[in-house]
């Protein structure tokens, strides 16, 4: 047999891999690489480069004891070529290869670098997903808008889960009127499992501390689960102690409280550690058990066969240059704020410092503090989608982009979601605690310490009227807009650009 190379990347580490199914355990090498082109494309939060490198030397070593030929190269090996096919070239210079068999890459960026890549390659599809890349095509195909619910019950009766015949257990596809409750003072959830590093993992922060110390975001402490076993444990402590409230209190904010009843698995579910059905079949098994509501079994299973697999199906569907679009043209710079800068908003100042620590923050952070400001500032959508993809653990630009550029940043032109997600303070007020101990007041809509939520939501819809007016979800918005009188509005547009060009400036705003 001719040697093959096998070519596993840092977010391919599932045993079902389709390379590894399709490859010859006696003949075939298996192909693994930490390289600086990798590490260093956006300066990764050092939790997710410590994160990778761990699981990936794990994930060697099982290999490596299942019977597997690896080819390992760590970062500071002297003869890393520093990137991925410059490392395929050194090992099938070195084995006599010239065939690669890898499963399709989640980013277009090394799709294309492998399709360039002097070697036979030979892609295989991913199929750690519910939905092929064709299904999503097949479904897209002739509708005239995409939207995640449609989408989400096919996924159901393909799946079967939370199903009853043809029909949706319980009577009802979405339970959501169920879920997103203000959450009281006293809400005391559970923590996520903490793993002590081990000898692998210590030796990889020594090494991150040493490289990337420069980064945005804290290495230390460093808890997250970093194999297949760790996964599993965090996934079981999710179902028993955090599951039967996540629906409750999918959209609470609290200071201190950073991970409420969120699962905080998409690390693992990203890199390959769990497999996304067999974790929606464990989630409904504790339904099926009268263990946890179904609101929140629901809740939890369309985010991953509904959300999950339709922001896979949008990145692909869109092509590459998706995370370049623009549709509202806005060019405002990041704000040095979101690199920990200081600021006297204090919802962006717990969103931000939560995201340096833990390289994690829950989907209404990222929605409605982060997301929502940068859109209401007009910030640049791809210097919002490069923060995304830097500075959380579960950042891989086919989930991250059309969570960014299109849900969150609406630079898709409402491809992802019907109308951009914008709020005024009024909800941020509603859904955490963060106005209590903020300099700015929520309640006040112009003036000295008016909130710059309430003014910037102001100042969005006028300054994209053209473009909204019409949309029949937002007709309220402009309606209430509309009655302020004339001398109200010019305030509120007028003291919303001071304060913007006062952020642009450097100001402490
Ligand atoms: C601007 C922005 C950027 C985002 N970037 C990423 C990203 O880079 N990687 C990422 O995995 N998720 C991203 N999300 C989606 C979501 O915020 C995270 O999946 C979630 O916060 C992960 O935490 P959790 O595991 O505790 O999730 P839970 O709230 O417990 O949800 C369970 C699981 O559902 C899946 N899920 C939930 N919402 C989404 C969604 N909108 N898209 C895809 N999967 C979803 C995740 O796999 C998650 O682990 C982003 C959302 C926004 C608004
Ligand atoms: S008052 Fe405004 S800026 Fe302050 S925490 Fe509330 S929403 Fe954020």
């Not at 093959?4 to 003949?27: E, I, M, T, W």
């Not at 070593?61 to 299942?66: I, T």
């Not at 965090?234 to 969120?262: E, T, V």
Request: negative net charge.
């Amino acid at each position: 047999m001719v040697t093959r190379l096998v070519l596993v990347l840092g977010d391919q580490l599932s045993l079902g891999l389709s390379a590894l199914a399709q490859a010859d355990k006696a003949d075939d090498v298996i192909v693994m690489a930490e390289v600086a082109d990798e590490a260093a494309y956006v300066p990764h939060h050092p939790k997710k480069i410590a994160l990778i490198l761990s699981a990936m030397r794990k994930f060697a070593a099982r290999l490596e004891s299942e019977g597997w030929t690896v080819a390992y190269t760590r970062l500071d090996h002297p003869d890393n070529a520093g990137s991925i096919p410059g490392e395929l070239l050194r090992r099938a210079a070195e084995v006599g290869a010239s065939e690669v068999l890898v499963t399709t890459p989640g980013e277009w960026r090394l799709i294309n670098v492998l399709s360039d890549c002097p070697l036979q390659v030979q892609f295989l599809a991913d199929d750690r997903f519910v939905a092929t890349r064709a299904d999503f095509e097949g479904w897209a195909e002739g509708r005239k808008q995409l939207r995640m619910e449609f989408f989400y019950r096919e996924m159901r009766r393909k799946t079967g889960l939370m199903m009853e015949g043809d029909k949706p257990a319980g009577g009802k596809w979405n339970y959501d009127a169920e879920n997103r409750k203000s959450p009281p003072k006293d809400l005391r959830p559970p923590e996520p499992p903490k793993f002590e590093p081990d000898a692998i993992t210590s030796e990889v922060l020594e090494l991150v501390e040493a490289r990337f110390s420069g980064n945005f975001g804290r290495l230390r402490p460093f808890w997250f689960a970093t194999d297949a076993e760790q996964a599993e444990a965090a996934l079981d402590h999710f179902i028993d102690h955090a599951l039967p409230n996540f629906g409750d209190y999918q959209d609470a904010m609290l200071s201190g409280q950073r991970f409420l009843f969120h699962a905080v698995i998409s690390p693992c579910l990203n890199i390959g550690l769990l497999d996304p059905l067999t974790v929606c079949q464990r989630v409904q098994a504790a339904w099926k058990a009268g263990h946890v509501p179904i609101n929140a079994a629901e809740g939890f299973i369309r985010q991953i066969i509904g959300w999950r697999e339709f922001v896979r199906g949008i990145y692909f569907l869109e092509g590459p240059d998706y995370v370049n679009r623009n549709a509202l043209g806005h060019d405002r710079a990041l704000p040095a704020l979101y690199w920990g800068g200081e600021t006297r908003m204090n919802c962006l100042s717990e969103a931000v410092e939560q995201t340096r620590d833990e390289a994690y923050a829950h989907h209404i952070q990222r929605l409605m503090v982060t997301g929502n400001f940068a859109l209401l500032a007009g910030i640049d959508p791809h210097q919002v989608h490069e923060w995304y993809l830097a500075v959380y653990a579960d950042a891989f630009e086919w989930v991250e982009a059309p969570n960014t550029v299109g849900m969150s940043q609406f630079a898709d032109g409402g491809v992802v979601g019907s109308k951009p997600y914008v709020s005024s303070g009024a909800y941020i007020n509603r859904m955490s605690d963060y106005c209590k101990s903020c300099a700015y007041s929520v309640t006040a809509k112009t003036g000295e310490g008016a909130c710059p939520f309430n003014l910037l939501y102001w100042h969005f819809l006028e300054r994209h009227r053209d473009r909204f007016k019409d949309n029949p979800r937002m007709g309220n918005m402009y309606r209430t807009w509309d009655r302020m009188d004339d001398g109200k509005r010019a305030t509120i547009v007028k003291e919303a650009q001071i304060f913007l060009d006062r952020m642009s400036d450097g100001a402490l705003v």
